[in-house]
């Protein structure tokens, strides 16, 4: 073990990811000690670290499906049950313009230079192109650059472990560096959660736990940090699954469909077109669901088809697509795929613990002000329950910043922190490097999504959740057996003990859901249809006063 800091920061971002890091913009333009703490490098951190290629917007070029009214009825059209339209309108609508004002101010082009117009397409639902096609290879780091511009102090490779509260309020937390082992104390006036989904839950298609759809560090650990806290959680229920490469676990669904590629089946028809009206353009749960049952019922395997594409469409998507990954491109070069007569063969993605729709998150849950349950503690991105996606993160990750902001500067003093309880939580952190035998992280976490995929993802039934919970809550007593022989073998064993609370929450949460809503991330065999008189609203998970996970349902209304 290292050595001890105790540090005072008027608001703390956990997570450098590109929510955190515009919540560290807001609060630092504010003028107030703003501290990161990142379990990675803020520079390529979090969902985008290695780029990405679209951005959502409505931009009211006259068009009607281009406002804030066709927007909000695109959400409620993609996510009825899941997003609130009083947040989405105060995190996303009111913020949209200048946080696109945010990223080519930072030196990011969202338009093209020669004509000054973005290029707009066309998927996942929408009514109109509102994805913006651009070059996001370097995004991550030119947030990274304007947050230490403005005097952000930056914690890296910082695995936060506990939140802590006095009288009910956040006070701050604890954590380790990763490589040095020395233990961090943080107490802060505000705080804002900005680390992202729950992945390595389920088995990957690739076989290797690493190569993931989306960021393999991202492990809940904040979610189950914030629910032993007592805050409050919601959309917990849900994964994820979208269509990838056969054999490499990469992001590109949108730039394909966006594109005007097609999915065909091995009879070579475009099978969407016989699951949802939109075809091509249906929202994503839609077309993940079809392809899934094409490939159950016999009908694979699945491509995706480019060949009547143009020369100069082809070498647009191909170029774009090693901005989100950028070894996408040559995965397909050593595959034989090429710009001629391209079908590229493509399948399910694992499953993640995430959010149902383009437009929400899963984890905390979030009001109008980004603000959970728990005073001075605030949610943005993925690891909130009412954003998702590069949009909703700049825009609402500022959002949230802003908010805890005005929160601190209301703050007089910091509240105290229990010494007798981080030193508690210091004894639990580095406890398993002193073991010399037990139970290593990956053979825990390997059991975890073994009972995981076995149970409930995707198809999953009252018996199937029973089940799971039952095996999930065995491996506590195994908790005391983890060991790590080094500092990051103990960064894994407390990311595997996270998952696996999570999963718990997952379970918990789809139990209480007696529904079947966005298929396939979240179908009830034993209750196949959608429910909106009973489900249409959150399911709100919160630690009980006996220690027990409990449930309670908030409806959501549709009226714009």
């Not at 030196?107 to 004509?115: D, S, Y």
């Not at 096609?133 to 780091?141: A, I, M, Y």
């Not at 954590?175 to 705080?191: C, I, L, P, S």
Request: aromatic share 8%; charged share 25%.
């Amino acid at each position: 073990m290292g050595e001890d800091h105790q540090i005072e920061t008027d608001v703390a971002i956990i997570g450098g990811g590109t929510a955190g890091l515009n919540s560290a913009m807001a609060a630092a333009e504010k003028g107030l000690k703003v501290l990161v703490a990142e379990k990675a490098n803020i520079e390529r951190s979090g969902a985008i670290a290695g780029g990405i290629d679209h951005f959502h917007a409505y931009l009211e070029t006259g068009e009607d499906w281009d406002t804030r009214e066709a927007y909000l009825g695109w959400v409620s059209k993609i996510s009825k049950g899941a997003s609130s339209l009083k947040v989405q309108e105060a995190v996303y609508c009111d913020e949209y313009k200048a946080a696109i004002e945010r990223v080519e101010r930072i030196g990011i082009a969202l338009r093209n230079p020669k004509t000054g117009d973005f290029y707009r397409t066309l998927a996942l639902g929408m009514p109109g192109p509102y994805a913006i096609n651009f070059n996001g290879k370097k995004l991550k780091p030119k947030m990274a650059e304007e947050v230490r511009r403005l005097g952000c102090k930056v914690l890296g490779r910082l695995q936060v472990t506990r939140l802590l509260l006095h009288d009910g309020e956040i006070a701050g937390f604890t954590g380790f560096d990763m490589r040095t082992g020395d233990f961090y104390q943080v107490r802060a006036k505000a705080v804002v959660i900005a680390t992202g989904n729950t992945n390595r839950m389920f088995k990957p298609q690739t076989g290797n736990p690493f190569n993931l759809w989306y960021c393999p560090a991202d492990t809940g650990d904040l979610h189950r940090a914030a629910y032993e806290a007592g805050v409050e959680l919601a959309n917990m229920e849900y994964i994820r699954m979208t269509i990838v490469p056969k054999g490499f676990s990469a992001p590109g669904f949108n730039a394909f469909l966006g594109m005007g590629s097609h999915l065909i089946n091995s009879l070579e028809e475009r099978y969407l077109e016989h699951h949802h009206p939109m075809g091509e353009a249906a929202p994503r749960n839609f077309v993940v669901w079809a392809t899934y049952n094409e490939l159950k019922e016999g009908r694979g395997p699945i491509y995706m088809d480019c060949r009547h594409l143009s020369q100069k469409d082809r070498e647009h998507l191909f170029e774009t697509l090693g901005y989100d990954k950028d070894t996408l491109p040559d995965f397909f070069v050593k595959k034989g795929y090429n710009l001629e007569g391209t079908m590229i063969e493509m399948t399910v993605s694992e499953p993640m613990q995430a959010r149902p729709s383009e437009v929400c998150g899963s984890g905390i849950k979030i009001d109008e002000k980004c603000a959970s349950n728990v005073p001075g503690l605030y949610a943005a991105g993925d690891s909130s329950d009412q954003m998702g996606c590069l949009h909703m993160c700049v825009a609402g990750g500022y959002a949230a910043g802003k908010q805890a902001a005005e929160f601190a500067l209301k703050t007089k003093n910091f509240r105290p922190v229990d010494s007798a309880e981080t030193a508690t939580e210091k004894d639990r952190i580095f406890r398993p490097l002193g073991k010399k035998t037990g139970i290593s992280s990956w053979e825990f976490e390997d059991i975890v999504r073994i009972i995981t995929t076995d149970h409930f993802g995707p198809v999953k039934t009252e018996i199937s959740l029973k089940s799971a919970l039952d095996k999930l809550n065995k491996l506590d007593d195994a908790h005391g057996d983890l060991k790590a022989d080094n500092l990051h073998e103990l960064m894994r064993v407390h990311e595997a003990m996270n998952i696996q609370q999570v999963a718990k929450i997952t379970a918990t949460a789809a139990m209480a859901r007696k529904e079947t809503r966005f298929p396939p991330y979240h179908y009830r065999a034993d209750f196949p249809e959608t429910d909106d008189d009973q489900y249409c609203g959150l399911i709100v998970i919160k630690k009980g006063p006996e220690g027990d996970i409990t449930t309670r349902f908030e409806p959501l209304t549709y009226e714009i």
